[in-house]
Antibody, heavy 125, light 107 residues
Framework: EVHLVESGGGLVQPGGSLRLSCAAS????????MTWVRQAPGKGLEWVAN????????YYVDSVKGRFTISRDNAKNSLYLQMNSLRVEDTAVYFC??????????????????WGQGTMVTVSS | AIQMTQSPSSLSASVGDRVTITCRAS??????LGWYQQKPGKAPKFLIY???NLQSGVPSRFSGSGSDTDFTLTISSLQPDDVATYYC?????????FGQGTKVEIK
């Protein structure tokens, strides 16, 4: 069965750091882009970052550029999000998701087709 | 960044009703749009890619349409299991952006 499990969330003070992990199983992890999406309490979904299979491409939402770093270890089937200089507004549930390509009529589309259950990050003094 | 605007923000309909949610992009995104369903306390679930292609296993009462800037998600006959918040997501450009969500309830 295909599975993603996040860990590493918790309570941290503003300006602090946290490293999230996402363990994958049931599929060939190294064959897929991977993504982080977050959801602040009572709010909507926000895409945070994604990473190509070989780490050669990484993209970030502007609000986390220079503070967050996405990485992966294909040998360990694991995705990571290093979060530095955390702010109160980074408080959210963080989901990892498999970023798959779907093909139709000559075009490839991205879709987040497998999701973890999420890990809560609270930034507060 | 491309802004995605959904309407309505919430709706209440009866079981069996036809429900339509719209999503508008701030610039043309061809048909590079997906739809996701999120039930309370759960991770989102992927429903549709390429604006109109149903993911395997998604009930056929769900359908999507549209291109360029205007898109719709339709539930042809609302069921109790469809109570959720629905989000559109553009995959045309970075950063990826979601709509703000539409909460669907049963009347």
């Amino acid at each position: 069965e295909v599975h993603l499990v996040e860990s590493g969330g918790g309570l941290v003070q503003p300006g602090g750091s946290l490293r999230l992990s996402c363990a994958a199983s049931g599929f060939t992890f190294g064959a897929y882009w991977m993504t982080w999406v977050r959801q602040a309490p009572g709010k909507g979904l926000e895409w945070v970052a994604n990473i190509k299979q070989d780490e050669s491409k990484k993209y970030y939402v502007d609000s986390v550029k220079g503070r967050f770093t996405i990485s992966r270890d294909n040998a360990k089937n694991s995705l990571y999000l290093q979060m530095n200089s955390l702010r109160v507004e980074d408080t959210a549930v963080y989901f990892c998701a498999r970023d798959s390509n779907y093909y139709d009529s000559g075009v490839y589309y991205d879709a987040f087709d497998i999701w973890g259950q999420g890990t809560m990050v609270t930034v507060s003094s | 960044a491309i802004q995605m605007t959904q309407s309505p923000s919430s709706l209440s309909a009866s079981v069996g009703d036809r429900v339509t949610i719209t999503c508008r992009a701030s610039q043309g995104i061809r048909n590079e749009l997906g739809w996701y369903q999120q039930k309370p306390g759960k991770a989102p679930k992927f429903l549709i890619y390429g604006a109109s292609n149903l993911q395997s296993g998604v009930p056929s009462r769900f359908s999507g349409s549209g291109s360029d800037t205007d898109f719709t998600l339709t539930i042809s006959s609302l069921q109790p299991d469809d109570v959720a918040t629905y989000y559109c997501l553009q995959d045309n450009n970075y950063p990826r952006t979601f709509g703000q969500g539409t909460k669907v309830e049963i009347k």
